[in-house]
């Protein structure tokens, strides 16, 4: 079935910081693609996303392009604040579309 | 507010015992699904539901777990003769069609002691 690998955690980042997360998906044709963030006892929260190959989805701040070539859906900012703490996970639906795959989640700290 | 609830937020319960956490979607939305999170991971599906129909289960849902969603409305996840590995954040979801993002409630957090 269709799957994500997300770069594994925890990164660290000092405020204004570049930040990438690294996701690569395996998927029969084209899916849309998803970045969740979570909030320390929260439920998730849509990010962003993009429904089509080198279609770009951004929100807050945050970027993800969606490249066919490399399989990858990398979550990117320019200038971190301590307000973006939390775990995001990069997600896609599986085949039927009635389930998404979660990848495991990256947690990101920014210190002041 | 319009947003996915769930009820309980937190539930500590003994092995062996029952609970049952209830779900209430977006009003307009026809799909529902439940999730599974343990902690340092992703969600992990458990079922979907359209409208009242229970369409697909994972395999990660025993005999022990049942949901159901009558008249397609809220639905309840219920878990029997509960055991310590069943602790874990159990996340609902709700979508207007497939394919589309999912909205998630807050989540149930069971502690089974």
């Known amino acids: 079935g269709n799957s994500v690998t997300q770069m594994e955690g925890p990164v660290t980042l000092s405020e204004e910081a570049f930040l990438t997360i690294n996701c690569t998906y395996t998927?029969?044709?084209?899916?849309?693609l998803f970045w969740y963030v979570q909030y320390p006892g929260e439920g998730l929260q849509l990010l962003l996303k993009?429904?089509?190959?080198?279609d770009k989805g951004s929100n807050k701040g945050f970027e993800a392009t969606y490249r066919k070539e490399t399989t990858s859906f990398h979550l990117e900012k320019g200038s971190v604040q301590v307000s973006d703490s939390a775990v995001y996970f990069c997600a896609l639906p599986q085949r039927t579309g009635n389930q998404f795959y979660f990848g495991t989640g990256t947690s990101l700290t920014v210190i002041p | 507010d319009t947003g996915v609830s769930q009820n309980p937020r937190h539930k500590i319960t003994k092995r062996g015992q029952n609970v049952t956490f209830r779900c209430d979607p977006i009003s307009e939305h026809n799909r529902l699904y439940w999730y599974r999170q343990t902690l340092g991971q992703g969600p992990e599906f458990l079922t979907y539901f359209q409208n009242e129909a229970q369409l697909e289960k994972s395999r990660l849902l025993s005999d022990r777990f049942s949901a159901e969603r009558p008249k397609g409305s809220f639905s309840t996840l219920e878990i029997q003769r509960t055991e310590q590995g069943d602790s874990a954040m159990y996340l609902c979801?709700?979508?207007?069609?497939?394919?589309?993002?999912?909205?998630f409630g807050p989540g149930t957090r069971l502690t089974v002691t």
């Open positions: 993009a429904t089509k190959a080198d």
């Open positions: 998927a029969t044709g084209y899916p849309s």
């Open positions: 979801a709700s979508s207007p069609r497939v394919n589309y993002e999912q909205y």
